[in-house]
Each structure stands twice: as structure tokens, then as C-alpha cells.
């Protein structure tokens, strides 16, 4: 039944297993276009054997100390609870360097070095959404080897957060005990998306992380009267984002963690919330990828390329109207299939 | 030289140009696409004439007043400079209902009857983009039509508010003295587009109105560090963003409000930044709307339709990876005008 290729991923031993993660992600990552081909055909045999990872997404500013608290709860996770924990990244700058600063292992070193745990750093190179694409596939690769927890990390800057966020059936916030960072986050969107809200470091200083906590919770609930599905502070109060302070260095608090994540897993599944969330994150995906496509063809046309040198310096000039022109060069990239066809 | 139609617009009397207004507007608002080609050329005609108002935004949610202290100001400008004033409305529910709350001559009775001022309510129907092209073309209409300044206004809900902020050279955001508006304006993203905060109603509590304009001021320089080109708070301080207060009703602080204008004017006029604003504000509308045909047309296309139901059914059943079906309904797109071609 199954095709070929995905066999020693799902019954291999444990090195057998990693060579073929690995083969099979870089396979995903491919940019050929007959590899492309394969990489469906591979995604689609991969499916029945996903989604029961728990998917938890992890953002922070850098310097919040993600890697000491991905390392903590790993290792927490691989000795006290018997998991595969696998950690992916998506790192923004890799999509403009080419290079990644994320999820290299030389980061978690103890991590990295248990039977259990899986670190792939962030894809490079492309747009954010391709790169996002990438992780997001990665991690059907880990569910179908038999990893049980999937970390995808980003940092706090630009719209990272929103992928990640976009495939993640629970997202957590680090940040620091200090206020600042507070208006920030909301400025940004993010906050609003945490289901969980994490400030760390709270050792070096346990009444900033205490205010912080505070004013934070006060925060969301302002927040969340509008708009995040899986919140409701008003009716029902199916879930109301938390706020816990933890030192991820000292390991202190890990495992208050992994209960407020176990109790909103336990409140996904009992309400039919989890299939919902990643019904509307697959959907949404597909979206995604249909809008990028859309635009990289009409970037490509020729006609299109012949045109818009001109009409965008007459709409910079203020000689076109800028729906004028967009009329014209939607045109122009019809003219040439119907000149074609006539 | 002029396209024969735009010349009662440029040249007719009062009532001549009011006719001619109305009947241009009429046709930038047609859906029916013989008119669009019509459309198109009476805005072409009209380019060379318009981009000497100022075009102003204004926003707030419902309730702050906006219809007094436009009223206000506009009468202001109209007795105290000799200014002709346009009033255009984007409306966010004219969306939706195809009915418009916004903008009706009821609501500003006595600027209604200015000879000097024009007021349009929001055209309705279709997309926020679709309704946002609309105001923005009968905006060009009003410049040719010689009114020196251009008021758009939008209630403080949904992306109504970028759609102005990107079509007008000054933002301004109403708020009512309490604290707590604040932080949903800062979470919608709204508060770091405002060029300028008016907190109205300032007659009613004094004291609340000098403490939110303090905790506004505090948090726009927290804002204002990143993004918006046309800020600075370090380098140079082209411009900070102000906040004042004022009471519409009681036309106090109306004058203030336009001298603040005026000094941004004169900032963005001096340092080429009203030039650069326009061709970003240009530029970008003209990608907005290829993106918006892009998937109108997509959606419409037989093939996508014909698999569309199918394949969204799989993704949302996760039987199918939201990449694969992506490509696949991008395939079908081309392939149809490919069969075409064979």
C-alpha cells in the first residue's frame, strides 16, 4: 500500500529511520522541478501517517533565550515523559542571506546529542513563504517517523510569527521580564495569537517578572475580546490565554510548562478545536501558496516583463492612474494566451 | 488637448462643475465593463489636473465624533481660508450591506450647504478594494474639479483605515478621552499610520483628555522606532507624530488642528516627502489591484472551479498536502489555455 520510499521512515530502526528523514527532506526542500513531482508523491503517501504530533510553535525576540528553553523542555520531555521531540526552525534571514542562524545544533548541545530528539535547522534561501512551506512539510516528515512533539521556533521579528503560528496547533510567546517588550509585541499582532505567554529569565529578577505577568495578563484580556477562534474570554471561556514566568536556565518551571500545554491539548481534543484550527491553517495554506503562485506567473510573463518597466515609472510619475494600469498589465497577461488560442 | 468630457469639470460654473462631478463619479463607479474602458480614459484626461489638494484622512470609531469635527473643520476652512473642501467616505459596510452609513448630506447639514463644499457618501458593494478604488479615483475627480482639500474619512474598524492611510498625504486618528481605546488602536496597527492623534470631546472631561494625550504621546515614540518611512524620532525628527486635543462640537481647537496640518504640509512639501509618499501610495495600489484580479480571475476560471471543491475537501480532510493541491489548481489554471494552444 505504502509508497516505497517511506517505508524505512516509518519502520526502520532508529538510524535507518534519520537517514531516511533526512533524505526525505532534502528531497522536500528540492528546487528542481522534477523533484518537485516526487516530493508530491512522497507528501501524499506521508499523510495517513501525520497529525498526531503535538505541533507547538515558539517565537521570542533574540536574546530571550529560545534555545536554553527548547533544550530545557526537550530533554524534559525525552527523560520524564518517554517522547521523540523533534525541533524545526524558520528563521526570516535565511530567506534573504541564504544562510541560517537557526536551529543549528551547536546550539542545544545536550539536546542534540539524545537518541530522541531531532534538530533540522531553518530552510534557506526564498521567499518567507517558501521557506515556511519547507518547515511546514518537514514536519510531516517527523510526525510519520514517530516524533511526538514537533518544535517550530522562529524569532520575534516580521511576520515569521504568523507562519508559524499558521501551523502550530499551540503558539507560545517568550519574553523577557520587562515591560517594553510588552507594547512591541502588541504593536505587532502577536499577542494576540499566544495561547501562551511565556516570560523567562524570571530569576534575575522575580518582582519585573511578577509586574510583568500582570500587566501582560491585563493586556490579553483587553485583546482578546475580538477575533483569536480558539480564545473566548467571554462566553463559555473555552480557553484564556495564560502567563507563567519560568527560568528555562535554572530549568524552573518546565514542567508548569508542559502542564498548561498538556490542559490546553486536553481542551483541543475534547472540543473538536484541534481539527478545526488545523482544517482552517491547511486551508488557509493552500491559499497561501495559490496567491504566491499566482503572482510569481504573472511576474514571469513575458508580455507582463515587456510592459511594466514603462507603466510603473508612468504611475510612479503620476501619469497613469494606478488602476489604469493594473487593468492594462492584467490584460496583457490575457493577451497573450487568447493571441495564442485565436 | 482635454478629453472633451472633463472640460465642464475644469472649466464650467458652479452648478456646471457639480453636474459634471457627479456624472464622472457616476461612471468611475460603474461595474459595467464598456464603462470601464470610458473609465479608464476620463482618468487618464484627468492625471495632468489633479495632485494639488491635500488629502486628508481622517478616522475613529464610532461614537468619536468624526461627522462634528468634520463638519467643524470644514467650515472653518471654507470661512476662515477661502478653501473649497471635498468629502468622500470609505465605508466598510457598504461592502457587505451595499447600503452606506457614511458620508450622507443629513449628517453635515450645514457643510452641505457651503457652495464651496462637495460631499459624497461611500459607494457600496463588492470588496473593501473594489470600494476603496472607488474613492480613490472620485478623489482625482474632486482635485480636477479644483477643491484644495480632499477629507476621506473611514470608521476605526478593519482594514478600511490602511486603505485610506494609503491613498491620502496626511493620516489623522480620532479618539475619545479614555485610556482604553488606546490599546486597540495600538493592537489594530492603526496608532503607528497616524501622522496625527485628535482627542475630541476634550470639553467633556479635561483631566481624562490631558491623560490620554500624555499616554498616547508616550506610547507613539515606543511606536514610532520602526517602520513608518515618513517618522523619525532619531535621526533628524523629519516629523513627530502629535497628539491634541480639541472639542468639535464646541469648535474649540479647530484652529490648532490646522496649523498642525500646515506645519506637516510644509514639512512634506520641503523635503520631497509628499512626492516619495504619492509614488510608494501609487505603486502600491497598482499591486493591490493586480492581486485582487489576479484571484478574481482564478476563482472564475472553469478548470479551478470544476476541481476547487473536491480539492479543498481533501486539504480541509488532510488527505492531501495544501502545497500539492496549490500546484495542482495552479496546473489547471495554466493547462486550460495551454489545451487551448496545442
Known amino acids: 500500500m505504502n509508497h516505497p520510499s517511506i517505508d524505512p521512515l516509518l519502520h526502520?530502526?532508529?538510524?535507518?529511520?534519520?537517514?531516511?528523514?533526512?533524505?526525505?527532506?532534502?528531497?522536500?526542500?528540492?528546487?528542481?522541478?522534477?523533484?518537485?513531482?516526487?516530493?508530491?508523491?512522497?507528501?501524499t503517501a506521508l499523510l495517513p501517517h501525520t497529525g498526531r504530533a503535538l505541533r507547538l510553535g515558539i517565537s521570542g525576540v533574540p536574546g530571550v533565550g529560545k534555545s536554553t528553553f527548547i533544550e530545557a523542555l526537550g530533554l524534559h520531555l525525552i527523560r520524564e515523559h518517554a517522547l521523540k521531540v523533534a525541533v524545526l526552525a524558520i528563521d526570516p534571514s535565511s530567506t534573504v542571506s541564504g544562510g541560517s542562524i537557526l536551529g543549528d545544533k551547536t546550539r542545544m548541545e545536550q539536546l542534540s546529542n539524545e537518541q530522541n530528539a531531532y534538530i533540522r535547522p531553518s530552510p534557506s534561501g526564498g521567499t518567507l513563504g517558501g521557506v515556511a512551506e519547507k518547515t511546514r512539510e518537514s514536519m510531516l516528515v517527523c510526525e510519520a517517523a514517530g516524533y511526538n512533539v514537533v518544535i517550530v521556533e522562529t524569532v520575534g521579528v516580521g511576520q515569521s510569527e504568523i507562519a508559524v503560528h499558521g501551523m502550530t496547533d499551540m503558539f507560545c510567546v517568550l519574553q523577557l521580564p520587562n515591560a517594553g517588550d510588552d507594547l512591541q509585541a502588541i504593536k505587532k499582532g502577536v499577542m494576540e495569537l499566544a495561547d501562551l505567554v511565556v516570560i523567562n529569565k524570571a530569576d534575575i529578577d522575580p518582582h519585573a517578572a511578577m509586574r510583568a505577568q500582570a500587566q501582560i495578563t491585563s493586556s490579553l484580556r483587553l485583546l482578546m475580546l475580538h477575533g483569536n477562534p480558539d480564545h473566548d474570554w467571554k462566553a463559555g471561556l473555552v480557553w484564556r490565554p495564560k502567563v507563567i514566568t519560568l527560568s528555562a536556565l535554572k530549568g524552573e518551571g518546565v514542567d508548569e510548562f508542559w502542564a498548561v500545554v498538556s490542559e490546553f491539548r486536553a481542551m483541543q481534543t475534547g472540543s473538536?478545536?484541534?481539527?478545526?484550527?488545523?482544517?482552517?491553517?491547511?486551508?488557509?495554506?493552500?491559499?497561501?501558496?495559490?496567491?504566491?503562485?499566482?503572482?510569481?506567473?504573472?511576474?514571469?510573463?513575458?508580455?507582463?516583463?515587456?510592459?511594466?518597466?514603462?507603466?510603473?515609472?508612468e504611475v510612479a510619475g503620476g501619469r497613469l492612474a494606478p488602476s489604469t494600469a493594473a487593468r492594462n498589465l492584467l490584460a496583457a497577461q490575457m493577451d497573450k494566451a487568447q493571441a495564442a488560442i485565436d
Not at 527532506?25 to 528546487?31: F, R, V
Not at 491553517?281 to 495559490?290: G, P
Open 272 to 313: 473538536g478545536r484541534l481539527t478545526a484550527r488545523r482544517e482552517r491553517q491547511a486551508l488557509a495554506w493552500m491559499w497561501e501558496r495559490i496567491d504566491a503562485g499566482l503572482k510569481h506567473a504573472f511576474r514571469q510573463h513575458p508580455q507582463v516583463q515587456a510592459l511594466l518597466p514603462r507603466l510603473q515609472a
Open 12 to 43: 526502520g530502526s532508529s538510524a535507518v529511520r534519520r537517514r531516511a528523514m533526512a533524505k526525505a527532506i532534502t528531497l522536500l526542500e528540492s528546487t528542481r522541478p522534477d523533484h518537485r513531482a516526487q516530493a508530491d508523491e512522497l507528501l
